[in-house]
């Protein structure tokens, strides 16, 4: 039944067009943005104490994307996911580069502790918040495969009652109760920045719209994925592709989306 949903709650992001709340990194914030207005969704970026309530207030989900680490954002992270809560929006924790710096674990911890609604990692950066981590984080790149980070993600789930999502040639959706395995997308993608920002971003607008969180992930990641791979049979190299991926975002159809899609429920 999922994978008939899908397209659906495609068109329902783009009739809905969520307000997302993205304290994301300055790396990627433009391709962020110009993702989610592709997409159907609308972006906030915003970093400021005193608005950060305010900004919650109107948003229908928050991302937190630590890839550029500062003091101040810190700070702004934790008012708006306090904020977020309060109001029972979802908030979406994008832990890049977990487990390279000693500072960078320590503001993952704390954010953890503040029970995030999904996850959405690559491999080693799911197992380094398990503290499952053997192979090192290279950078904000993965060096493990996705089904190697799947006990390490269970551990997540099970202790802060969330959805996790590990992205990679495979990507690996999960909760306690269901368990959905994606083959899209296609290896220029990495050559991209940020398309990981990118589908965290996705997640965010899909989760304000989509009830079950698993389908809400779900949809994004397949959305990105299939949209990655029929973006690249017309691309020269990633910068055509990042210009086809906003606009196979947009102008995707259901024929092509249908199918392209490549999904396994495992369990659920």
Partial sequence: MM???????????KK???????ITNYVVMNNTANALLAAGASPIMAHAHSEMEDM??????????????DEYWVTAMK????????????????????GATPYRDEVLAELLQLNPTI???????????????????????SSAKSNEAVLAAKFLVEKYHCTVCISGATDIILDQDKEIHLFNGHELMSKIT??????TALVAAFSAVIKDKVE?????????????ELAAKESKGPGSLQM??????????????????????KRG
């Fill in 79 to 98: 008012k708006a996911v306090h904020q977020a809560q309060q109001l029972e929006k979802p908030w979406i924790l994008d832990p890049v580069g977990a």
């Fill in 244 to 265: 086809n991926i906003l606009d196979q975002l947009y102008a995707i159809s259901e024929k092509a989306f249908n199918s392209t899609l490549n999904l396994e429920i």
């Fill in 16 to 22: 809905e067009s969520p307000l997302v709340h993205s």
């Fill in 119 to 141: 996850i959405r990692g690559n491999a080693s950066e799911i197992m380094a918040l398990a503290k499952h981590n053997s192979t090192p984080t290279k950078g904000v790149d």
């Fill in 56 to 69: 919650m207030t109107i948003c229908q989900a928050l991302v937190v994307n630590i890839g550029t680490l």
């Fill in 216 to 228: 809400a992930v779900t949809s994004a990641m397949a959305y990105l994925g299939v949209v990655g």
């Fill in 3 to 13: 994978k008939e949903n899908l397209w659906n709650n495609i068109k329902q992001l």
């Fill in 194 to 199: 940020g398309m990981g920002c990118t589908a």
